[in-house]
């Protein structure tokens, strides 16, 4: 079976600062990661993916995130937040290890930039 | 490139009233999907399509069905609506890889009174 968390329903950070929303997640094979963003009345938005390879993926807007096997953690990051990157985040798993090929979602992560 | 068009935008039922919710892609894809997304909830699957032909149950079926008309279009209707189907409703599609990701629409805001 697989699942994912998103242990934080809200994240606060400051302008310019680094931010992170975190994802933990788990499979039985190995997982292809995935994070979404949704902005208010919009639907949710790809914006990168860990399939096999390097562990630092890069994405749309800045973002990253970091794929870590032993920690089973998968976070998105972006080096200098901005007011407009205030939006709901989602992290999803597939699990190739005959798993679904439809995907599990967390419950989404609120992220607040503060000016 | 229009990508996931849904319609309506925004509907008001009142209970036991029926409707249908339309989805259509132009990407291609064979799979499309549906959900639904509470506060608190996320998203949650209630039916889909993994191609033309073919349909399955999601997380939250009951009081939906769903009809894939063609490749492009998918879609869901309400019976007999009940308040408890006042939600958001996201129509998505993928080409059903594992590694690609699902592309959504902006969806329908459903209340139902």
């Known amino acids: 079976a697989q699942s994912v968390a998103q242990p934080e329903d809200q994240v606060n ?28 009345n919009r639907g949710l938005q ?44 989602f992290c999803a798993v597939r699990d190739n290890g005959g798993g679904s090929y439809i995907p599990t979602f967390g419950r989404g992560t609120s992220l607040i930039v503060h000016p | 490139n229009a990508g996931v068009t849904q319609t309506p935008k925004f509907q008001v039922l009142k209970t036991g009233q029926s409707m249908t919710l339309q989805c259509a892609q132009d990407m291609n894809h064979n799979s499309m999907y549906w959900y639904r ?3 608190g909830m996320g998203l949650r699957l209630i039916y889909y399509s993994a191609s033309e032909g073919t349909t399955d149950k999601g997380e939250v079926p009951n009081g939906y069905n769903v009809s894939r008309l063609n490749k492009r279009e998918f879609s869901l209707r ?8 006042t939600s958001v409703y996201f129509c998505a599609s993928s080409d059903g890889a594992f590694n690609s990701p699902l592309h959504f629409g902006n969806g329908t805001r459903l209340t139902v009174t």
């Open chain 1, 13 to 40: 950070v400051a302008e310019g600062n680094p931010l992170t929303v975190k994802c933990t997640y788990s499979v039985s094979g190995n997982p292809y990661l995935f994070w979404y963003v949704q902005y208010p």
């Open chain 2, 37 to 39: 997304q509470d506060p």
């Open chain 2, 78 to 85: 309400l019976e007999s609506a009940a308040p408890s189907q």
């Open chain 1, 46 to 89: 790809f914006l990168l993916k860990y399939i096999t390879g390097d562990n630092l993926v890069k994405g749309s807007y800045g973002f990253e995130a970091e794929f870590n096997k032993s920690q089973t953690s998968f976070h998105l990051k972006k080096p200098s937040a901005l007011v407009s990157d205030s939006a709901l985040y």
